[in-house]
């Protein structure tokens, strides 16, 4: 069994922490950009803006 969530900390000096679930996998497509997100809850920090 795969996992289907994972947590992803970005930018190690801040420590933002998300959680991302993976909804399914499917074949890719020349005309998309990847990773392709879905559904976002919240809006992510400004870029060097600090900790929390």
């Given at each position: 069994m795969r996992r289907k969530t994972f947590q992803y900390l970005y930018d190690f000096g801040d420590a933002w922490e998300y959680s991302v679930k993976?909804?399914?996998v499917s074949p890719t497509?020349?005309?998309l950009t990847y990773p392709l997100i879905l559904d976002a809850v919240g809006m992510?920090?400004?870029?060097?803006?600090g900790g929390p």
């Open positions: 993976i909804e399914r497509s020349l005309h992510g920090p400004p870029e060097d803006c």
